[in-house]
């Protein structure tokens, strides 16, 4: 008999970070190692000898230097003598105003047709099909510059409101639709408005404090509450009553026309009407793919359990098919947030001062610090990805489904 | 009861009666409407919106589609023709098509790009339908370089010798890949290399050799920007982006967090500022004094864009199959290549399938941006040379029409494509 035993231990060899594949992972890693540092090194250094060349340096002195440019859409206060920072500031705001808005209405526009193509309405379902095909398959670029064109040369300009007879009038009396934008009533916080404001958020927390209490009384002795109609009342009861009680507190305040332009209301530009509208409707029928492979995700078997449990088409919706698409649905949603955020740099094509327009637009132009101004772009919209990707790994971590 | 004769009963039916037709409400056009259309009230309401929205948007479009003007030389022209009448101004596509399709190509050569664009599809076709002779892959292999030449032109030396250099260091790579992947790999690297150096030689010694008459990158535009852009960029980020996804999955870490830095960063930023970076920033990266082609800039920036996203949907891919495969590799006794090639990628590739035409077709649509750094593509003729006119300034409809159909067309047809081939690729029994 022979018995087996350990090779004898070989001495290390030169060889061996080659052909042994314990050493040979510290190899290839050293090579790409230097590789890399070598490749950075390279561009490092053209870099340093081109701006030599160029008499240049990097530097973000600019940052604080005043800007010169205008913005016409302005969150915070802003002119032309403030600086270049402020600017980016504002640009920033504006790119997050034009995110949060596009992403409130995509879902609404995706939720609805992903819904309605499932319906059996044949009608229906083939117009949501031919809305997903339609935008899903035409760049965004071209949506934002439509919709541009629409709104700055289809609609009539301020002049056509005046007159006796004008040729265009404003929607009911509130709204006016004009090529420079559109004018919306602005509310008017008055003495006492806070009070309604504060009322409002408590009936918020009081309507969950109810529904958390039904479902519990629900679990504990099986008494079924009614649940919507109570949230709405206490959702919309007391700050209405607060409102009157204070006589009114938040008015109106209505746009006008006046000498060769509306005054008064919220001026929304076209621009932000561009591309805020394009991205939803291009970004909705994405959403609309995900909700509708969400929902025919989960099989029919989960339905017809649910029926045959007793439960009324209601309730098979929102207790059993809904949290279980939820699961699936939510994270590509999440990026396509991520995506509609990323898209809404397109603002530059129409003129929307977002923190690509002023950033990497006209910031860069008139300094020239193209390094710079591009790292630090690069450094805003990473940081943007990087948080929502960090809260949906938080999400898909906290619904991953928990198997033994 | 069952007793009494059959006599005493007042009628018996000794026939089987003919089945009678099901109600007229059950069948045919009146059920499938009861079902489809006004199965309930809601629906019915919904139905007849839907009527309502479909003739909305109908008697808008039909008129201006069929009473549109195709002849005219501008758009003053048109409004005089049609007189106060509802129509489209499409005349601006027949006088400007060159402009859209070609951009400023010289309009003598027309046939090297039209000749190229048909030959793409010969060229893609074994690909694309895998029951195709596999010879036609040899023709597949020699397309880029026939593209290159007859796009833009130059000296036939100039692809030959890069073609020559390929093919040596393909002789190169099968004499070494028995020893071992990387051996293969770097050898036939090595001798390609020699090859274009040394015909580098060649080149400037003789550069009119059967040449066609050179374009000027910037000379091409139009949909044939984006249709190049899209197409290169893709072939070449397939590859990249297959490495990166190994090399993400990857037991080393250092080339591990080289490979998810890299992708993380390209996905965390908007295209727009990687095309800033070939715009203004990278030429500040290279050596002094070179200076290539903005096209060149731009593609390098797509390709590692559309890589990164191709990363991520073939790791997905990998991470799908089951750790069995990894295992029957290695219990074959296959180094890490030839599991990868032989086992492990064919499979992750096939899953993958639909998530890369995603990303086709989403970079077939990013390449419109290029027109944001003042390039003249499809929608950059549209938005500059064409709309600035004094001709053509007012015919937003038509143009843009034009543009998002040439582009719905492409990316339909892709989808369409890849539903087919995830049919085609089903193997497990259903």
Partial sequence: MTTLTDPPQESFRLSMLLNDTRYRSYTFQFIALICLVGFIGWLVSNAAQNLEDLGQDISYQFLGESSGYDINQRPIAYDSQSTHMRAAIVGVLNTLIVAVLGCVTATILGVVAGVLRLSNNWIVSKLMAVYVEAFRNVPVLIWILIIFFIMTASLPGPSAFRGDDPSASMVLDAFAFTNRGVYVPKPLWLDGSMIVVITFLLSIVAMFAYRRYATKLLFDTGRLLPMFWPSVGILFLPTL????????????????????????????????????????????????????AGIQAISKGQTEAAASLGLRPNRIMNLVILPQALRVIIPPLISQYLNLTKNSSLAIAVGYMDVTGTLGGITLNQT????????????????????????????????????? | MSDKPAHNVAFVRETTLPPSPPPVAETGAIKWMRENLFSSAFNSIMTILGVLAVYQILSLALPWL??????ASSIRDCREILDGATGGCFAVLTERWHQLVFGRYPQ?????????????????????????????????????????????????????LSLVGFAVGYVVYTRLVDRSFATGFFGGVAAAIAVWYIGGFIINEDSTFLALEQVESRDIGGFMLNLILGVVCLSVSLPLGIVLALGRQSRMPIIKWICV???????????????????????????????????????IMITMFAAAYIAEVIRGGLAALPRGQYEAGDSLGLDYSQSMRLIILPQALKISIPGIVNVAVGLFKDTTLVSVISMFDLVGMVRGPILASTDWNGVYWELFGFAALLFFVFCYGISQYSQWLERQLQTDHR
């Fill in chain 1, 241 to 292: 009553i607060m409102f009157f009680l204070l006589g009114r507190p938040i008015g109106l305040e209505y746009p006008e026309l006046r000498g060769f332009n509306f005054q008064g209301g919220i001026q929304v530009r076209g621009s932000l009407i561009a591309l805020w509208f394009a991205l939803a409707i291009y970004t909705g029928a994405f959403i609309a793919e995900n909700v509708r």
């Fill in chain 1, 368 to 404: 020239g610090r193209a390094i710079e101004a591009i790292l630090l772009l690069m450094l805003f919209y990473l940081t943007i990805s990087l948080a929502i990707s960090a809260v949906m790994n938080v999400y898909n971590n906290a619904v991953k489904l928990k198997e033994r």
């Fill in chain 2, 66 to 71: 069929l009473n549109g003007v195709w002849n």
């Fill in chain 2, 108 to 160: 003598d050569s027309y046939w090297r790009p039209t000749l190229a664009f048909l030959l793409m599809f010969a060229a893609f076709a074994p690909v694309l339908f895998s029951n195709l002779p596999k010879k036609m892959l040899i023709f597949t292999g020699l397309y880029p370089f026939i593209a290159y030449y007859l796009v833009w032109g130059g000296s036939v030396l100039v692809p030959i």
């Fill in chain 2, 261 to 299: 830095v890299f992708i993380e960063f390209i996905r965390g930023v908007p295209l727009i500022t990687l095309l800033f970076v070939a715009n203004v920033v990278l030429a500040y990266f290279l050596p002094p004094g070179t200076n290539f082609d903005l096209i060149l800039r731009v593609m």
